[in-house]
Structures are given as structure tokens and as C-alpha cells.
């Protein structure tokens, strides 16, 4: 694991709110995580799961020749000048039954009917498609010539014995499984689900359940980042509401990093080099960054207590989605030792023209209406740029922005 210290970030118990790009956020981010232990469970379970072993194919599959069309098992020789107005003859000798390898053998002048995914008989070295053929009695016309291998599927054509179907790190998808049905893996071993500890701090916050007295809002924030670890393959452990009492927080951290994998503190992130969240982390163990580079969510501090990384987010919800989409993903990617996400992208047009503040990369939620999109334009402490954005499109460091008509890569929420 990569030092952050090396790279020159701050690890003293003082707190400058320098900020560095997202590029290296990132970098550090996965090098203080640690991956998770193992565990072996059944593929049904395995869905979202990410692979701590490879996957090898033990044998050739599917392990015979058969056929992926409807059609006649010939020889293609006998067939080499077959057309529409001439057609070959061959005597049908059968059937070929599914599941069953046929003890005939194709020999000069006969053919056999053979369905999609029958094994190849004996002596036939192609199939032609019932659409090409006339049968009358036990006879059938060939009307079309074929090649060595048309319409056969290979012994080994799905994978051959020791190929590396997924490597280390890959995240099973529902496709996946299938797959590993096809190959008798049953049983498969996989990263342990990480343990995200969750605190929420400040003093306006009240539970999402109350009603909020003047001057108070309601917590969002903890089952924003609930859901998202969930969603990421992690398993969210809440520590409740903190309300900026430095002892609080300092207990309450303490016990999160020896029961957690890793802790993401809502709140209590700022410019201020007095901030809460960035000096308790400090005092019980490191802080490495305290600033990204990006709008919104630039008051983000990356800092570890003993082996488990800690992440302060900003308060307000939609700075803190960003950073959860743009950095807390591969922390979680990272305990689950995925070498890197796959986003969902879009490339489509800008609606309207956007202009950026320049020094920094921007981040602009979007609406996809057809085939444009359009800016959902607020400040960050609303909602409502959550619940009618698509995405986000990144605006580069000294760019001034886009214009109407401009082409745009959309990650999608």
C-alpha cells in the first residue's frame, strides 16, 4: 500500500483548507483502504458480489459439437454445387434427439434433422438451415452449399479448458451467474461486504421523522449514504446524530473505527481550520487531505484512524451525493479489492449554454429530456437538484464552460 505522506499531504494535527485535484483524492483514498476478508457462498448469492479468486474454465464448454440452427447435419462435400434450381439429394437416416448423442453416423449421400443445440453426429461436418431444404418422404433437397463448421458450435467455442473467464476484483453482475452455472461453479469465493460506519454532525439536525422547529432541518444525509453503500455492496451501520460536541464525536468515532471497515462523517466539514470533523480525526489519528478541487464538495477531508479510512462530507445533501459518486465510490470499490467502477455514461448535447468558475473542476447536474441535457441549476443545500437531475457532466479545471449544442459526457446518477 502507497504512503499518502509520501506524496506530500498534510498527517500533523493542523488543519489548512488546501484543497488538491480529484485525480489525487482518489489516489489517496484507495491506497488507505485495506480489502476486506473472504468468505465462500453460492452463486444465487452472488450477484453484486466481487470475486476474490479467479474463475478458470476446468474443461471445454460446451464440451461437444452441436448446432445453433434448426437444420440438416451434412456432409459438405456432397453438397458443394447445390442451388435453388439444382438441388442435392440425400436420404435423412433421422433425428437427432436432444440430449442424446445419436449413434448414427453421417455418411456420404445421407443427411440427419438436427434441432438447435443437438450434438453433431458422427461424420457430418456442417448444417444447413431448414430454410434452404425441401423434404419429400425420407428424401431432402439441399438448395444451398455450405462450408466445414457453418452453423456448428465449436467444442470449445464458449471457452476452452483453463481460460480465465473473470479475473480477481470483477464485480458479478446477474449474466455472471449464468455463466458460472455453465461451468459448475456452484460455489464461489468472494470479498466480504465492508462495514461503512455512518455519523451525521451538526446541531440543526433533527431526525427525518420529527417535525423541524424553526432554525432545524431534518437529517438526510445518513440515508443518502445508506442506500449508496448498499448499493456499492457494502453494509451501512448508522451511529446516529451528533450535534458538534467534540467529546461525542470523539467516542463515537473511536467505536465506529473498531467496528467498521471504514466511516463517513456527514457535516462538520468547512473552511475553517477549527473544523470539528477535521481535528478529531487529527487527534485520533491522521488527516491527508482537508479540500478537493471539485464544485460542489470541495470541504472534503480524507483521513484514516488507525487502519480505517475516515471521509468527512459535506453537510448539505446534494454536495454530498457528488462525493459519494465522484470519491466515496472507490473507497468502497477498494475494500472490496475492485480495481476500478464501471460508470454508466451518455454522450449527448448540451440544451442550453453553462458557464464555470474557473480554477477548479465544476460539476453541473443535469435533466436528460430527449436527446439533450439540460442544466438543473440551484445551491447546494437544495433538494430538488437531487430529485430531477439525470447526471452530472464535468466541466475541466480552466474551462469556461459549454455552449448550447455542445457535445457532453453525462455520468448517470
Same mark, same amino acid.
Not at 130 to 157: C, F, S, W
Not at 224 to 247: C, E, H, K, M, W
Not at 325 to 341: E, M, N, R, T, Y
Given at each position: 500500500?502507497?504512503?499518502?505522506? $509520501?506524496?506530500?499531504?498534510?498527517?500533523?494535527?493542523?488543519?489548512?483548507?488546501?484543497?488538491?485535484?480529484?485525480?489525487?483524492?482518489? !489516489?489517496?483514498?484507495?491506497?488507505?483502504?485495506?480489502? %476486506?476478508?473472504?468468505?465462500?457462498?453460492?452463486?444465487?448469492?452472488?450477484?453484486?458480489?466481487?470475486? #476474490?479468486?479467479?474463475?478458470?474454465?476446468? %474443461?471445454?464448454?460446451?464440451?461437444? $459439437?452441436?448446432?445453433? *440452427?434448426?437444420?440438416?447435419?451434412?456432409?459438405?462435400?456432397?453438397?458443394?454445387?447445390?442451388?435453388?434450381?439444382?438441388?442435392?439429394?440425400? #436420404?435423412?437416416?433421422?433425428?437427432?434427439?436432444?440430449?442424446?448423442?445419436?449413434?448414427?453416423?453421417?455418411?456420404?449421400?445421407?443427411?440427419?434433422?438436427?434441432?438447435?443445440?443437438?450434438?453433431?453426429?458422427?461424420?457430418?461436418?456442417?448444417?444447413?438451415?431448414?430454410?434452404? %431444404?425441401? *423434404?419429400?418422404?425420407?428424401?431432402?433437397?439441399?438448395?444451398?452449399?455450405?462450408?466445414?463448421?457453418?452453423?456448428?458450435?465449436?467444442?470449445?467455442?464458449?471457452?476452452?479448458?483453463?481460460?480465465?473467464?473473470?479475473?480477481?476484483?470483477?464485480?458479478?453482475?446477474?449474466?455472471?451467474?449464468?455463466?458460472?452455472? #455453465? +461451468?459448475?461453479?456452484?460455489?464461489?469465493?468472494?470479498?466480504?461486504?465492508?462495514?461503512?460506519?455512518?455519523?451525521?454532525?451538526?446541531?440543526?439536525? &433533527?431526525?427525518?421523522?420529527?417535525?423541524?422547529?424553526?432554525?432545524?432541518?431534518?437529517?438526510?444525509?445518513?440515508?443518502? +449514504?445508506?442506500?449508496?453503500?448498499?448499493?456499492?455492496?457494502?453494509?451501512?451501520?448508522?451511529?446516529?446524530?451528533?450535534?458538534?460536541?467534540?467529546?461525542?464525536?470523539?467516542?463515537?468515532? #473511536?467505536?465506529?473505527?473498531?467496528?467498521?471497515?471504514?466511516?463517513?462523517?456527514?457535516?462538520?466539514?468547512?473552511?475553517?481550520?477549527?473544523?470539528?470533523?477535521?481535528? %478529531?480525526?487529527?487527534?485520533?489519528?491522521?488527516?491527508? &487531505?482537508?479540500?478537493?478541487?471539485?464544485?460542489?464538495?470541495?470541504?472534503?477531508?480524507?483521513?484514516?484512524?488507525?487502519?480505517?479510512?475516515?471521509?468527512?462530507?459535506? /453537510?448539505?445533501?446534494?454536495?454530498?451525493?457528488?462525493?459519494?459518486?465522484?470519491?466515496?465510490?472507490?473507497?468502497?470499490?477498494?475494500?472490496?479489492?475492485?480495481?476500478?467502477?464501471?460508470?454508466?455514461?451518455?454522450?449527448? !448535447?448540451?440544451?442550453?449554454?453553462?458557464?464555470?468558475?474557473? /480554477?477548479?473542476?465544476?460539476?453541473?447536474?443535469?435533466?436528460?429530456?430527449?436527446?439533450?441535457?439540460?442544466?438543473?441549476?440551484?445551491?447546494?443545500?437544495?433538494?430538488?437538484?437531487?430529485?430531477?437531475?439525470?447526471?452530472?457532466?464535468?466541466?475541466?479545471?480552466?474551462?469556461?464552460?459549454?455552449?448550447?449544442?455542445?457535445?457532453?459526457?453525462?455520468?448517470?446518477?
Amino acid at each position: 500500500m502507497s504512503n499518502p505522506e $509520501e506524496s506530500g499531504q498534510c498527517a500533523s494535527s493542523e488543519y489548512y483548507f488546501d484543497v488538491v485535484p480529484i485525480e489525487e483524492a482518489v !489516489r489517496i483514498v484507495r491506497s488507505i483502504s485495506h480489502q %476486506t476478508g473472504t468468505e465462500t457462498i453460492p452463486i444465487d448469492d452472488g450477484d453484486g458480489r466481487t470475486l #476474490s479468486e479467479p474463475v478458470i474454465a476446468l %474443461t471445454d464448454i460446451p464440451g461437444f $459439437e452441436r448446432s445453433w *440452427r434448426d437444420g440438416y447435419a451434412v456432409i459438405t462435400s456432397d453438397i458443394q454445387s447445390a442451388s435453388e434450381s439444382s438441388p442435392k439429394n440425400l #436420404s435423412c437416416l433421422g433425428s437427432v434427439r436432444m440430449g442424446t448423442p445419436s449413434d448414427l453416423t453421417v455418411t456420404p449421400g445421407t443427411c440427419m434433422y438436427i434441432p438447435t443445440g443437438g450434438q453433431i453426429p458422427a461424420g457430418a461436418d456442417a448444417v444447413v438451415m431448414v430454410e434452404y %431444404t425441401e *423434404r419429400i418422404g425420407d428424401t431432402i433437397l439441399i438448395k444451398k452449399p455450405a462450408i466445414v463448421g457453418e452453423n456448428i458450435i465449436r467444442r470449445d467455442e464458449d471457452f476452452k479448458a483453463s481460460d480465465l473467464i473473470y479475473p480477481v476484483g470483477w464485480i458479478l453482475r446477474p449474466q455472471d451467474i449464468g455463466v458460472l452455472a #455453465s +461451468i459448475g461453479k456452484t460455489q464461489i469465493t468472494v470479498r466480504k461486504k465492508p462495514v461503512i460506519g455512518i455519523i451525521s454532525t451538526g446541531t440543526e439536525l &433533527v431526525p427525518a421523522e420529527a417535525i423541524p422547529r424553526p432554525g432545524e432541518v431534518r437529517e438526510v444525509n445518513s440515508y443518502l +449514504i445508506t442506500v449508496f453503500s448498499r448499493r456499492q455492496g457494502a453494509v451501512p451501520v448508522r451511529y446516529g446524530i451528533i450535534r458538534d460536541n467534540p467529546d461525542e464525536l470523539r467516542e463515537t468515532l #473511536s467505536r465506529a473505527a473498531r467496528e467498521c471497515d471504514a466511516v463517513v462523517v456527514s457535516g462538520g466539514s468547512s473552511k475553517d481550520r477549527n473544523d470539528i470533523t477535521a481535528r %478529531t480525526i487529527g487527534e485520533l489519528g491522521e488527516v491527508f &487531505v482537508h479540500g478537493i478541487s471539485i464544485a460542489p464538495g470541495k470541504p472534503t477531508i480524507i483521513g484514516k484512524i488507525q487502519d480505517v479510512p475516515v471521509i468527512g462530507l459535506p /453537510g448539505h445533501p446534494a454536495s454530498t451525493f457528488m462525493v459519494l459518486s465522484l470519491v466515496v465510490i472507490h473507497l468502497l470499490q477498494a475494500l472490496k479489492g475492485s480495481p476500478c467502477q464501471k460508470t454508466y455514461k451518455q454522450k449527448i !448535447r448540451m440544451a442550453t449554454s453553462v458557464q464555470s468558475e474557473q /480554477g477548479r473542476e465544476h460539476y453541473l447536474r443535469v435533466r436528460i429530456e430527449g436527446d439533450s441535457a439540460t442544466p438543473v441549476l440551484g445551491k447546494s443545500g437544495l433538494m430538488n437538484t437531487l430529485a430531477w437531475s439525470d447526471g452530472i457532466i464535468r466541466i475541466p479545471a480552466g474551462d469556461e464552460g459549454y455552449e448550447a449544442g455542445d457535445e457532453v459526457e453525462v455520468m448517470l446518477w
